[in-house]
């Protein structure tokens, strides 16, 4: 049998525990209270912060004998991350709290798999949530009011999270026809190419487009590492723009390792390396003062990328690629990388290009498995799509 975890600090917040989980079990699903409260509980449960904390690579006293509060929520979230991932139990988690507990129950859902229902209930979340999602599934429900205690409007919102999550187990989600999935990175610049990319191979795979926002590359990446993805059609690698120059939305250092782990099949490209981004204009570092800009739009601000810029990149990609031993193609289009990258686009750099393609070739360690190849095409050209797809096929 599987269970809705609730979870809740039951030091501080008990009654909105038991609230919570009676809501839950009263829109008809099984349900087990978890408290992750550091204090003494004020309420019963059905599995004990002593038995989290127990799950900590250090053992109980590392999360609940210290004086220190931060160093308890901290220890007590990895002990529940290590506590969650070794359940086979759980149809779903939704969780409620404050700064401390939204951090400890978020470090456990974001350690679960795609698709198990997980609802945090929180006062963070009417802000800037990207470090308790990263990359994960979880949907973020504001609390409205602190969680202190029941009172009219907690008891209406707790009730609709409730109904939420339950509706969510009852009726998974169930998964229709046997096509093998593939992953394609895209940014506003792209997508042209890969929406035609997508045209050409949608009807032998399922196709999984990814925006190149950082976070898109690492959710296609831990995809590939998790066996969901089959093959990668990694068009748009600008995330590397914003990791080697200082933009917005870079990737880690860790992009393309999954590719090097798996040895997936891979197509990629050079999509949208001519620019780095950032938000509204004034949020542009004094240091890129007098730079080459294109205005997207009130918030989002363009930077092109110069010769020496691109041959950093260019010697990046290339030194990673190299590391992966499986089926890798990377097409370079010689006539522009992005919409904004053609002949009388404000992106127009030649000089830019050619540096960027030459930095790759030179470091990009060819073999019988690993090849580049050069195309006389606009990224964007009808002509690329098909060749991509092509190249993809003939690999995969």
Request: aromatic share 6%.
């Amino acid at each position: 049998m599987k269970y809705v975890y609730v979870v809740g600090t039951a030091d501080t917040k008990g009654a909105e525990l038991v609230y919570l989980a009676d809501c839950v079990a009263d829109a008809g699903a099984p349900v087990k209270r978890v408290d992750v409260g550091i204090r003494e509980r004020s309420v019963a449960v059905d599995i004990t912060a002593e038995e989290i904390a127990a799950h900590h690579s250090n053992g109980v006293g590392a999360v609940l004998s210290g004086d220190d509060r931060g160093a308890a929520v901290s220890g007590m979230g990895e002990a529940f991350a290590r506590f969650l991932a070794g359940r086979d139990d759980v149809a779903g988690v939704i969780g409620f709290g404050g700064g401390g507990g939204t951090s400890i129950i978020t470090a456990g859902m974001r350690g679960l798999p795609y698709g198990v229902p997980k609802i945090m209930v929180s006062t963070l979340a009417s802000g800037d949530v990207a470090p308790y999602v990263d990359i994960s599934d979880i949907i973020m429900m504001p609390s409205v009011t602190d969680l202190a205690g029941l009172n009219q409007l907690s008891r209406m919102i707790l009730h609709n999270a409730g109904q939420a999550i339950a509706g969510m187990v009852r009726s998974p989600y169930q998964q229709t026809g046997a096509q093998q999935s593939i992953g394609l990175t895209m940014f506003g610049v792209t997508t042209q190419s890969v929406t035609a990319t997508v045209e050409h191979l949608k009807d032998r795979y399922d196709c999984m487009v990814f925006h190149a926002t950082g976070v898109g590359g690492r959710t296609m990446e831990k995809l590939v590492d998790d066996r969901v993805l089959t093959g990668v059609l990694d068009i748009t690698t600008t995330e590397v723009c914003d990791l080697l120059v200082g933009g917005v939305l870079p990737a880690l250092p860790e992009r393309f390792d999954a590719i090097a782990r798996t040895g997936i099949p891979y197509v990629g490209s050079v999509g949208a390396l001519d620019m780095v981004n950032f938000w509204a204009p004034d949020t542009v570092p004094a240091a890129f003062a007098g730079r080459c800009f294109y205005h997207h739009n009130t918030n989002v601000t363009l930077m092109r990328t110069t010769p020496e810029e691109c041959r950093r990149i260019g010697e990046w990609i290339g030194r990673k690629l190299s590391a992966c031993n499986g089926p890798v193609r990377f097409l370079i289009p010689e006539k522009g990388v992005s919409a904004l990258d053609i002949k009388g686009g404000a992106f127009f750099d030649p000089e830019a290009d050619a540096a960027l393609f030459s930095a790759i070739e030179t470091a990009f360690e060819t073999s019988a498995n690993r090849r580049i190849e050069r195309l006389p095409l606009h990224i964007n050209d009808p002509a690329f799509a098909k060749a991509a797809a092509d190249t993809f096929l003939s690999i995969i």
